[in-house]
């Protein structure tokens, strides 16, 4: 591409040569033309000799911008125009003369034109080109006023690159006998040169020529310069005599070993693993401090060089020495081999350990070990696996079957003996123990976990085992106690203590799940229970009245049962409107917004009002009901709700009473009024005593008994909103007895 | 064989239904003894001779409607065809699976009732 330039550049310098063409104009003052010469007229449309003695207006009519410059030039205004004409650029001055009139000049210029427009092409080319170069190339002006400059070494240099710059700018010495300004001279006096150059700490081959235009008249120079630093420095020894050569090599040498050595130590210095270097011998070559600090090694120890000393050492460190031996001997025999294996320590530490051999070329020269202390990183992995493993077991609404598999769990990777306890109203209930087998440890004594079960964590000895216990607890209390047996010759840390209390608090999580599950459940079967008996309960009464009513209105039954048919009725009526009476009341106690009317009642008085209307269950059941009462039975309470207490009371006598004899006793006292109800039917169950004043509970099957199951918490809440308390006890002789305290005088808080 | 000679018994803890459906059966011909749970009904039955057809409640103190059920199928009155009457949601399901020859729901239907009793009591 450069050689094509080039060729077009000549082929330009010919065309302008052949096309020459210039041509002078002479006006008077007046604007009539005296004289007009030139091969260029022609070119200009203008005959020779044609117009001498013409109004210069005339002749360049069909050229109106020069017209309107001869104008201006005639009035004192010099000026100068591009012309294109045919394809041809003429640049025309016009000159004002002294004494009046104007000097026009017309030059044909399309040759020079085109040229400058090809060099400035071949220059772009040329600097996109040297931009690739590690050196530079420039031309400069007769001033050696730099023209072009471009190429990598600019950059290498740091040269400025400002406009119209001059090459003494360039030397920073400025310094006139400076070879670079020399050269440039002695081009501009035609004289080439080539020489060796350093220049802003690098190393250049210069050479720099004359710049010719056509006819061989010097313009400037042309530069052209190569870096050389590599192979300058590589020659500097040249010259000097062998002996001297040499010990300039050897310290060259030494000197950049010493610095890869540097390097190479602070490197080693610097790793986070600890490093370690022997040769095939055993021979320790180079260690770095991590080395020594992670296997707890004096300094001194690791200055007398021998690895065996070392591995005797560290060796006891660890679970299996002899594995570890048999690494290292393996090694030893096997030098052109990479390894790694994992070192696990007594104390729970872990280490990766990498090694390479050391070779120089082909030749193994000793081996690099690598040693990486993983303990954190494996500790954070295993106790993601335990609790992903754990938290998986815990998933499980068998509670004890999940606790007994997280047991074996940590009994695999944590302990000798895992005990889990469970709070219990005497103390502490063991719910199991595993146990890695073979194991000689006792089960640990309660104390601990007694200290656990109160909520906090210990670690603790028991005899050269040691212990930790943990509660089991979320954010509500504590409901047992985790206790683990370390194996022999662990000890038990604070991160282990961390772990297992992490561990306590999911089994914690998991009982309460499970807990609130089967509450859940509990719930819901009472719930639909309660449904069906409800339905039970209603349809009782309605199938009653049905029947009545329809075999009156068939016919089936003849107006003499029409007096019987209204009494059953009547009964179902209130049996109806006492279940939904006790419906609402259950709504209104869930609610707390269970209303009393204190008024004076005798109680004694109440309670033979009330039995006086079960008659006819009595009689039925074949249950006899004695009533006793003693000392002052009156007392500040609410009528209605009362009734309400002892009509359940009763009925439920009646009903469980299985036809045997019902007690029913009134005792006062200046600050307690008790009722006692006894009956000796089925009893109560010791279990049932609490839960049976829950609502939807009952002591026995709803198969067997109707009712809804909330007749004694409708009891309970009446009785607690009267002041009073109410308790239910199984006789041991048999039967149910039901004993309600009420303090006769309302208290300030009731 | 005239409604005189069949024999009801009503089982049910429930006074007021007991007594009600022994006045339509009797009104309707039938005798009819009443029981107030399964043992009273266990000893009804062997003292009151041939009985026709038993009307069974499902819940109640004592011995339950299914438990008496049970005993009777595997006694020497296993072939007295029973028709199971309760309030129980489920008193299809239960009747069929105690081995029941019928049941009614309650409140029962009147016409039904009779109708009931009339197919089960023909002897």
């Known amino acids: ?750 | 064989m005239a409604r005189r000679d069949r024999t009801i018994l009503v089982v049910d803890d429930d006074e007021d239904i007991r007594e009600t459906v022994r006045w339509v059966l009797e009104s309707s011909g039938y005798v009819v003894k009443t029981a107030v749970d399964g043992n009273d009904a266990w000893s009804k039955l062997h003292s009151n001779g041939q009985v026709s057809l038993i009307l069974l409640d499902l819940m109640m103190p004592g011995m339950d409607g299914g438990r008496f059920l049970t005993l009777l199928r595997n006694s020497r009155h296993d072939k007295v065809p029973v028709v199971v009457m309760s309030g129980h949601h489920a008193t299809p399901e239960t009747a069929q699976e105690l081995g029941a020859e019928g049941w009614l729901v309650k409140p029962v239907e009147l016409d039904d009732l009779l109708e009931s009793v009339r197919k089960f009591a023909a002897g």
């Open chain 1, 1 to 750: 591409m450069q050689m094509v330039g080039m060729a077009d550049l000549h082929t330009s310098e010919h065309g302008q040569a052949r096309e020459g063409g210039s041509a002078v104009f002479v006006v008077d003052a007046s604007g009539v033309v005296r004289v007009a010469e030139g091969d260029g007229l022609a070119a200009l449309g203008i005959q020779a000799g044609g117009v001498t003695g013409h109004f210069a207006s005339s002749i360049l009519g069909s050229r109106p911008r020069m017209l309107a410059a001869l104008h201006r030039v005639l009035a004192g205004e010099p000026d100068r125009l591009d012309l294109a004409i045919d394809h041809q650029t003429f640049e025309v001055r016009f000159e004002p003369r002294t004494g009046g009139g104007a000097l026009v000049l017309a030059q044909n210029v399309t040759a020079s034109r085109r040229l400058r427009l090809e060099e400035r092409a071949a220059e772009r080319f040329l600097a996109r080109a040297l931009r690739a170069t590690t050196g530079a190339v420039w031309t400069t002006d007769r001033e050696l006023r730099l023209t072009f400059l471009q190429g990598r070494a600019l950059d290498t240099t740091g040269v400025p690159r400002a406009e119209g710059m001059t090459v003494q700018e360039l030397v920073s010495a400025r310094d006139p006998n400076d070879p670079l300004i020399l050269r440039h001279l002695e081009a501009l006096g035609g004289t080439g040169q080539s020489f060796r150059y350093p220049y802003r700490g690098r190393c250049f081959e210069m050479a720099i020529d004359p710049v010719r235009v056509a006819g061989g008249a010097i313009r400037g120079c042309v530069g052209v310069a190569l870096d050389v630093t590599a192979r300058a420095d590589a020659e500097s020894c040249h010259g000097l005599p062998p002996e001297a050569r040499e010990a300039a090599v050897a310290k060259e040498t030494t000197r950049r070993l010493e610095r890869s050595l540097s390097v190479a130590r602070a490197a080693i210095d610097a790793a986070a693993d600890g490093l370690l270097v022997v040769d095939p011998q055993g021979h320790i070559v180079a260690y770095n401090q991590r080395f020594l600090a992670l296997w707890g090694i004096p300094r001194e120890l690791a200055e007398e060089r021998d690895d065996t000393t070392l591995v005797r050492l560290v060796h006891e460190q660890l679970e299996d020495p002899q594995a570890f031996l048999r690494g290292v001997r393996d090694l030893y025999t096997s030098h052109d081999v990479e390894s790694f294996d994992v070192l696990r320590f007594k104390d729970g530490r872990v280490f990766e350990r990498y090694s390479i051999p050391q070779k120089v070329g082909d030749h193994v020269v000793g081996r690099v070990w690598s040693f990486r202390d993983v303990t954190e990183r494996e500790r954070l992995l295993h106790r993601a696996e335990f609790f992903a493993d754990a938290t998986r077991l815990l998933g499980s609404l068998d509670v004890e079957k999940a606790l007994d598999s997280v047991a074996h769990l940590v009994v695999k990777s944590l302990a000798e003996v895992c005990a889990v306890d469970l709070a219990a109203d005497l103390g502490v209930r063991r719910l199991l123990v595993v146990s890695r087998p073979g194991a000689q440890v006792k089960t640990p004594s309660p104390e601990p976990q007694l200290a656990a079960l109160s909520g906090h964590p210990t670690l603790f000895m028991m005899g050269d085992a040691s212990c930790l216990s943990v509660p089991l607890s979320t954010s509500g209390p504590t409901i047992g106690a985790l206790t683990l047996v370390a194996p022999p010759g662990r000890r038990y840390t604070s991160a282990d203590l961390d772990l297992a209390m992490e561990l306590g608090r999911r089994a914690a999580l998991s009982l309460e799940n499970a807990r609130l599950y089967r509450a859940s459940q509990e719930a819901l079967r009472a719930r639909e229970e309660f449904v069906s008996v409800a339905a039970h309960e209603i349809r009782g009464p309605v199938a009653s009245m049905h029947l009545a009513v329809q075999g009156l209105r068939q016919g089936v039954l003849d107006g003499g049962f029409l007096p019987r048919a209204l009494d059953v009725i009547e009964r179902e009526d209130r049996r109806l409107t006492r279940f939904v009476d006790e419906l609402l009341d259950i709504t209104k106690v869930r609610a707390g917004r269970l209303a009393f009317t204190f008024e004076s009642v005798d109680l004694a008085e109440l309670v033979r009002t009330v039995a006086s209307r079960f008659t006819a269950e009595l009689s039925t059941s074949g249950s006899s009901l004695s009533l006793a009462s003693r000392g002052p039975t009156v007392g500040q309470w609410d009528r209605f709700r009362l009734e309400q207490v002892v009509t359940n009371l009763l009925s439920n006598a009646i009903k469980f009473g299985q036809g045997r004899p019902i007690d029913v006793s009134v005792v006062g006292h200046d600050d307690l009024t008790t009722l006692t109800v006894r009956d000796r039917g089925i009893g109560i169950s010791t279990a049932m005593l609490e839960p049976i004043f829950q609502p939807f509970e009952r002591a026995v099957s709803s198969r067997h008994y109707g009712g809804l199951g909330l007749g004694l918490y409708i009891v309970q809440a009446i009785v607690q909103g009267l002041g009073g308390k109410v308790k239910a006890e199984s006789p041991t002789s048999g039967g149910a007895c039901f004993q309600v305290e009420l303090p006769p005088k309302r208290s300030a808080g009731s």
